[in-house]
């Protein structure tokens, strides 16, 4: 399977919502799993962590931005694969997203076949 990353975008939103903002929220801080993943070392209980979680996100003021990747997937396989979305993504070696926990916008990014 091939991955090809054709553009990244930094995007940003203003004029947003009291709606919007709130159901933004969510995204500003780590998930429950990216908390777990930096907690759990120091045997905080799953409520601690949960809570560490919360903490980290942020109030939405006038703007936020979001970055947007396109890519495309091509199977060079002559066996079926499934391809749902792209599960971690690094830039730099030093600023990385959990795609999964952090995408808000739902799109019909599945793949499945075989090579044509």
Known sequence: MVITVKD??????????????????????????????????????????????ALSKTDIDEEVSYLEITYSVENEDSKELQFFSMENVTFNDYLSYDVPSKNFIHSGDTFMGTKK
Not at 13 to 26: G, H, I, M, R, V
């Open 8 to 53: 990244i975008r930094r995007i940003q939103l203003s004029s947003l919502t009291d709606e919007a903002k709130e159901e933004l929220k969510p995204y500003t801080g780590l998930s429950f799993e990216e908390a777990y993943s930096i907690y759990y070392k120091e045997n905080l209980s799953m409520e601690e962590i949960d809570q560490q979680a």
